[in-house]
């Protein structure tokens, strides 16, 4: 059970990411006009996770990492309104120990970006509004390419039990 639910939490991160760091040794200054146009989604990560269900003061850990594979996506961002669409698909590679129990799923990933606004700020790229904003942070941006990475640090009740989930996202972008 512990593992269908990392699964559905991490689909639902990868695909609605909630949670960022800004922090960056060297940042990159973005405006709104670096992004505009049409990008290809050709990768997608996470190393080095963990997710520790919690509950009555026993705790499991589970370890995960995901890769994105058999990229058909597409973001495009439109300026004056500030708007995202993505387009497309891609297929997650989930690998989970538990216990000294691994398991491996795959899913299908689409329409990753649930927000329909977006702006750029110094090193950081936000998506959504108000309450409902999320932030990447922009590790690299060129013309054809976009390097994206967010800290994941949540903890969420589901059913009695705390989960709590600590992993370190990273996505890239390219024309």
Known sequence: MINKYLVSIL?????LITACSDDNDNPVIATNASFVGIWNLTAVETNNGT????LDGESIVTEFEAVGKDFDATVLFSENPNTIISEGSYTTVLTT???GETNTEEQEGENYFDASEWRAEGN???FGSGDEEVSFTITSLTDTKINLSFEMNTTQDFFGADIHTVATYYMTLTK
Request: charged share 0%.
């Open 124 to 126: 950081t790229l936000y």
């Open 97 to 99: 120990n538990t216990l």
């Open 51 to 54: 997710s520790t269900y919690s």
């Open 11 to 15: 689909a639902v991160f990868t695909l």
